[in-house]
């Protein structure tokens, strides 16, 4: 080996990239930047076969959809996200309901007061409501109760907890 001259070694450049790289990638890990497995990518990884060619047909947006779907109809009311801003709208689906069935969708407080106008929702052929609730301005920040139910529930409302923010 050579000793160094203090010179640039321009027959090394990989080694110059390398060290960057992994420079980099200690600052995003140590940062908790570190990238999060997507679901399903096994199954479509296996689906490319030993060559890395696709067995079969790979479509990722309909993958994409069935795993977005799945989420907002896992449960009778789920909010499109945890917290929100007062005075917008706020998209709410669920699923397992009775096909046909007359869902009201509510908003209320933690001491039971409802919030807004709340809105109605009628499940599709899979047994899928989808609606939106308007969050009134002025709605002060604070944990609330989404709550969906029909006037035939013997056990009650179907809730999830949201967050509401005031501006």
């Given at each position: 080996m050579e000793a160094s001259t203090g010179e640039s070694d321009e027959r090394y450049p990989v080694k110059k990239t390398v060290l960057a790289v992994v420079l980099t990638a200690a600052?995003?890990?140590?940062?908790?930047?570190?990238?999060?497995?997507?679901?399903?990518?096994?199954?479509?990884?296996?689906?490319?076969?030993?060559?890395?060619?696709?067995?079969?047909?790979?479509?990722?947006?309909?993958?994409?959809?069935?795993?977005?779907?799945?989420?907002?109809?896992?449960?009778?009311?789920?909010?499109e996200h945890e917290s929100m801003?007062?005075?917008?709208?706020?998209?709410?689906t669920g699923g397992g309901w009775t096909p046909g069935a007359?869902?009201?969708?509510?908003l209320t407080s933690a001491d039971?007061?409802?919030?807004?106008?709340?809105?109605?929702?009628?499940?599709?052929?899979?047994?899928?409501?989808?609606?939106?609730?308007?969050?009134?301005?002025g709605t002060a920040t604070g944990t609330y109760t989404l709550a969906a139910a029909t006037p035939t529930d013997t056990k009650g409302a179907h809730t999830a907890k949201v967050n509401i923010f005031s501006s």
């Open positions: 600052a995003l890990l140590s940062a908790g930047c570190a990238s999060e497995p997507i679901p399903g990518a096994i199954v479509q990884q296996e689906a490319q076969g030993k060559a890395g060619q696709a067995a079969g047909p790979v479509d990722a947006m309909a993958s994409a959809k069935a795993r977005i779907e799945a989420k907002a109809y896992a449960s009778p009311v789920v909010a801003m007062a005075g917008q709208d706020w998209t709410v007359a869902v009201t969708v509510t039971g007061t409802a919030v807004g106008t709340g809105a109605k929702a009628v499940a599709d052929a899979e047994g899928h409501i989808d609606s939106v609730i308007t969050i009134p301005e």
